[in-house]
Nanobody
Framework: QVQLVESGGGLVQAGDSLRLSCAFS????????MAWFRQAPGKERELVGD????????SYINSVKGRFTISRDNAKNTLYLQMNSLKPEDTAVYYC???????????WGQGTQVTVSS
């Protein structure tokens, strides 16, 4: 059974940076497609970006391109989300998720709150 545990959230000011981590356990980390999602109050959960394939190719939603970077350390079984130039609209609960197919995300973490003040 895969378990995911996020950490690194907090309260920051606009323009600050924050790095989220997602610790993966239970299966072979490198074989999973990984993603970060977020859900802001009153809004639907959205995919922030994902990291897939042997070459660890990444994709992001337009609103975070150039500011957010997803990476993984297979030796540490950890997924990261580096967030730079944070904006108040980035305020949300951030979740990491894992998929064996890259289509449907089966495993989810509990989420970590990111709050960006203006």
């Amino acid at each position: 059974q895969v378990q995911l545990v996020e950490s690194g959230g907090g309260l920051v000011q606009a323009g600050d940076s924050l790095r989220l981590s997602c610790a993966f356990s239970g299966r072979t980390f490198r074989t999973y497609t990984m993603a970060w999602f977020r859900q802001a109050p009153g809004k639907e959960r959205e995919l922030v970006g994902d990291l897939r394939g042997v070459g660890s190719s990444t994709s992001y939603i337009n609103s975070v391109k150039g500011r957010f970077t997803i990476s993984r350390d297979n030796a540490k079984n950890t997924l990261y989300l580096q967030m730079n130039s944070l904006k108040p609209e980035d305020t949300a609960v951030y979740y990491c998720a894992a998929s064996t197919t890259g289509q449907r995300y089966t495993y989810w973490g509990q989420g970590t709150q990111v709050t960006v003040s203006s």
